[in-house]
């Protein structure tokens, strides 16, 4: 299991990078392909569907101090989940170009730096695998994609995508 996902936004020492520019280069557009045409709407349907299923486990923390509060075993196996689904595309793009995390890395932090806004979806992705900010996003009815709450209903507050939408980024 590849658990590199809590170390991209980390500087990775000072050795010299495994791909060459022009390859991570390359590999850095076929990423954004791949995560914003490819397979934007099984991500997104993927992330919905795990909400959805799972927006009822933390409605206890809803109302506690979230640091001060005792969290449950469920709590962390539903994190853990969620990071699983996470990886399991950063794993798919990786083995579907046959490279490393550490290729991986590289090619994340080309994005960080040459297509930032390009990026932001992606950072909230990332930025929910901390637990902290996931339980939050679960007890405050957050959408672990778009940022949204969900309406009073426990509905999705936007179409996951509709299918007259263009394959835009996210």
Not at 22 to 36: D, I, N, P, R
Request: charged content about 30%; some cysteine.
């Amino acid at each position: 299991k590849l658990q590199f996902l809590y170390f991209i936004g980390l500087q990775m020492g000072t050795n010299d990078p495994p791909l060459s520019d022009s390859e991570a280069e390359v590999l850095m557009k076929k990423f954004l392909h791949f995560a914003t045409v490819e397979n934007r709407r099984e991500i997104v349907s993927t992330l919905k569907e795990f909400q959805i299923k799972h927006k009822d486990t933390f409605v206890s923390l809803k109302n506690s101090d979230n640091e001060n509060t005792e969290h449950k075993h469920e709590w962390a196996s539903c994190h853990a989940s969620y990071v699983e689904i996470i990886e399991s595309y950063a794993q798919k793009f990786c083995k579907t170009h046959d490279i490393d995390e550490t290729n991986f890395i590289q090619i994340v932090k080309l994005i960080k730096t040459y297509e930032p806004e390009l990026w932001l979806p992606f950072q909230a992705l990332v930025d929910r695998t901390n637990y902290t900010e996931f339980s939050r996003c679960l007890a405050d009815g957050v959408c672990l994609c778009c940022g949204m709450k969900f309406d009073e209903f426990g509905e999705h507050p936007v179409p996951a995508y509709t299918e007259d939408e263009d394959d835009e980024a996210l």
